[in-house]
């Protein structure tokens, strides 16, 4: 899930590409997003620069690219470009009575001092603060990391 706290600019426009449901899993609130070749934006799962953060969820649990912030039927998805946002795992409730937790960052992420840089798993599209050989995938720096927050990460975006 995504909290913005300080935004600076939101972009509706970008239609998401064909997979989104899939690959892998989805998007989800705070997913990190790319642009392919055509312009459309998907999961960045490569060392490619970091679009922006998804500000709503298209996966196979929950899909409003077409709602409320995309234009409706149209397939557009919401990102974050720039500014504070707060992030937390998403938590999905099924039919059957269980619930599903996807987190959206690595676990040593938990402890991330402020000021650190926080960039894209290759492979995962997962948050991570290591020392990375994906220097293309920088999403911003801690502010505040969930041991100091209540499990909630908050990022200034770069």
Known sequence: MINILYPVLLDSSKDLGSNYLTDPNGVFEGSPLSLDATGQVSKTLTNIKVYGLSFVPANKYRDFSAG???????GKITAVLSGIV???????????GTSVI???WVSSVDTAAPNIPIYVEIGTGLLTDGTVSNGNT????VTKSPAM???????ELA
Not at 68 to 74: C, I, L, P, T, V
Not at 86 to 96: I, K, S
Not at 149 to 155: A, F, P, R
């Open 68 to 74: 409320e912030y995309g234009a409706f039927g149209s």
């Open 86 to 96: 707060q992030l937390y795992p998403n938590t999905y409730d099924l039919n059957d």
């Open 102 to 104: 996807v987190p959206l």
């Open 138 to 141: 920088l999403v911003g720096y």
């Open 149 to 155: 927050n209540s499990g909630v990460l908050e990022l």
